[in-house]
């Protein structure tokens, strides 16, 4: 069986500097807020040519605190309302109503699977105060156009870069680097993994990351004192250490990504799939690498048959979640279309040459 993703065999790949790194933290005798999480904010922030990088308990704690921040500024309150793609994963909708804000789902483009911005000046309420793209599967949203928009209207541009470490613009700018705030997650099987749970916000500025950084240690800016009633949501010195060592050939692992989906674009020919469209290489970073069919149970189950494993990247929109129930009357039929046909085939920096010759000729088989 070709697994989806063999994260044993891409952590294996850094075995020794891994368990010096897992010593180094041992022997300090020092596990949370200290030189490896500095060191790792330093070089993450440089990678993504960023003033600050924060380092955080995960993704969705990323987002739910650049929220929170910018209430804490007095920028946004409850009620307000965020554009958010209807087809993201569901952490970019929570991170909003957690912060007593209104998602409001806007559709995505068919093509790139990301937020249309022709959609979203339809959606701009007097109560909308920013919009948050996902640049979704690893490819960059349209930021030029949201940027134009948001300026327009004045609203925060808050970039949900969980799948898109390193991705970068024409312009030369990284995910994460081409809005007001950026949040990643470190979550094991991100392009940027970590060993367990870890995330980070990104912004070039001074007053937000300097809240977002009191915010997460319990709403305190100095040792025991206490400006804002906070949350515990750190990026511990072990998970930092351990980034650290895999950000050093983050680009390298991009790279083998690139050469995987650059041959299943070139040589999966079948009419029954259509295969994703690319707008710029740097752009897209391939987190997945997804297609799409109107018989998607069948390619499964063959492909499965054939020694195959995919999975759906998501099989339920957001809007018909049960958490969201007072949603499920929208009518959103080109995210419901997406979540019904979308299948992701295994795309990874440890894939062989002659899985992926497999899975190519297998797939022209369907
Ligand atoms: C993974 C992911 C998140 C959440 O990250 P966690 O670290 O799992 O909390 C948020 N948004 C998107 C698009 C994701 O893929």
Redesign the pocket.
């Known amino acids: 069986m070709i697994k989806f993703l063999d994260l044993y065999a891409v952590n294996q790949q850094y075995k020794e500097a891994l368990k010096e790194a897992f010593a180094r933290v041992l022997d300090s005798g020092w596990y949370i807020m200290g030189n490896e999480l500095n060191e790792f904010e330093a070089n993450f922030a440089s990678y993504c040519g960023t003033k600050h990088a924060i380092g955080v308990a ?4 990323a ?1 739910i605190l650049i929220i929170r921040a910018y209430k804490e500024l007095g920028l946004f309150k409850d009620g307000d309302e965020i554009l958010v793609p209807a087809n ?2 569901i ?2 909708v929570l991170a909003i109503s957690a912060n007593n804000l209104v998602p409001v789902l806007v559709e995505p483009n068919l093509d790139t699977y990301n937020i249309n911005p022709s959609l979203i000046e339809g959606h701009i309420t007097s109560k909308t105060v920013a919009i948050l793209p ?1 640049h ?1 599967y690893g490819q960059l949203c349209d930021m030029k156009e949201i940027t134009r928009i948001a300026n327009k209207y004045n609203l925060k541009v808050i970039e ?1 870069c ?2 898109a470490h390193g991705a970068m613009s024409e312009s030369g700018n990284k995910a994460g680097n081409l809005g007001d705030a950026g ?1 990643f ?3 094991p099987g ?1 392009n940027l993994g970590a060993l367990g ?3 980070a916000i990104t912004t070039n500025d001074d007053e937000l990351a300097q809240i977002i950084r009191a915010l997460l240690n319990y709403g305190s800016h100095v040792k025991y004192e206490n400006k804002f009633k906070g949350i515990n949501s750190r990026l511990d010195e072990l998970q930092a250490a351990l980034l650290g060592v895999k950000l050093l050939t983050l680009d390298q692992e991009t790279e083998k990504r690139r050469g995987v989906a650059n041959r299943y674009i070139s040589e999966i020919k079948n009419s029954k799939l259509t295969l994703p469209i690319i707008n710029h290489q740097d752009a897209h970073v391939w987190h997945l690498f997804v297609i799409r069919t109107n018989d998607r149970e069948g390619l499964q189950k063959y492909l499965h048959d054939n020694g195959i494993h995919t999975v759906i990247h998501y099989p339920i929109p957001p809007h018909k979640q049960e958490a969201y129930a007072e949603y499920s009357s929208l009518e959103l039929p080109i995210s419901e279309k997406i979540h019904k046909e979308v299948l992701s085939l295994p795309i990874s920096s440890v894939m062989n040459e002659n899985d992926i010759d497999k899975i190519i000729q297998i797939i022209n088989g369907f």
């Open positions: 995960n993704g969705l704690d987002l993201t994963y952490a970019s996902v979704l949900d969980a799948q949040g997650s470190f979550y991100k749970d870890g995330g």
